[in-house]
T-cell receptor, first 115, second 112 residues
Framework: AQKVTQAQTEISVVEKEDVTLDCVYE???????LFWYKQPPSGELVFLIR??????QNEISGRYSWNFQKSTSSFNFTITASQVVDSAVYFC????????????FGTGTRLQVFP | DVKVTQSSRYLVKRTGEKVFLECVQD?????MFWYRQDPGLGLRLIYF???????EKGDIPEGYSVSREKKERFSLILESASTNQTSMYLC???????????FGDGTRLSIL
């Protein structure tokens, strides 16, 4: 069965701290896709990244970076030098090769960044 | 930028009412989706649609139906609202190919 686990329900940090959000997934497929979305207080989910299972290169985009490790079935998300505007709920999600429209979401991690 | 618009941010209805949640996207996307979001459960897929007049059940379709008469509009219908359908409802759309889903702002629905 496919499953996404975000064990951290809530994380609080002070501005400028680095923070890592964990995501562990389960799937039987060899081809799959992993996603991160951000949900600020306004409510809409904002797409951050999509990674396919054949691309294990880490990705960096400004203060955001992602570490994909197939050996541990993890796709962790790090925010460097966090800012108050990073406060949001972050969701990790999985979709499979032959059912790419079905996103399986984790339960989300609420990040609070205090000034 | 992709724009997915949900007709209401907040909605309050009574048990037994028929409720319509509307979603419109302006990017000519083929695929549209309805999710509900509940604390501790993340997002769960209710229904999705690949094309006009096409629909597919998601993980939790019971108590819901959908309508897609035009490509840009996807409606979620609660045939007879119940209190356990109080939730945040999110609409999404995407085009074909390797593209992510884009989400609306959500509708927070309360059934009294």
């Amino acid at each position: 069965a496919q499953k996404v686990t975000q064990a951290q329900t809530e994380i609080s940090v002070v501005e400028k701290e680095d923070v890592t959000l964990d995501c562990v997934y389960e799937t039987r497929d060899t081809t799959y896709y992993l996603f991160w979305y951000k949900q600020p207080p306004s409510g809409e989910l904002v797409f951050l990244i999509r990674r396919n299972s054949f691309d294990e290169q880490n990705e960096i985009s400004g203060r955001y970076s992602w570490n994909f490790q197939k050996s541990t079935s993890s796709f962790n998300f790090t925010i460097t030098a966090s800012q108050v505007v990073d406060s949001a709920v972050y969701f990790c999600a999985l979709s499979e090769e032959y059912n790419t429209d079905k996103l399986i979401f984790g339960t989300g991690t609420r990040l609070q960044v205090f000034p | 930028d992709v724009k997915v618009t949900q007709s209401s941010r907040y909605l309050v209805k009574r048990t037994g009412e028929k409720v319509f949640l509307e979603c419109v996207q302006d990017m000519d996307h083929e695929n549209m989706f309805w999710y509900r979001q509940d604390p501790g459960l993340g997002l769960r897929l209710i229904y999705f649609s690949y094309d006009v007049k096409m629909k597919e059940k998601g993980d939790i379709p019971e108590g819901y139906s959908v309508s897609r008469e035009k490509k840009e509009r996807f409606s979620l219908i609660l045939e007879s609202a119940s209190t356990n359908q109080t939730s945040m409802y999110l609409c999404a759309s995407r085009t074909n190919g390797d593209q992510p889903q884009h989400f609306g702002d959500g509708t927070r629905l309360s059934i009294l």
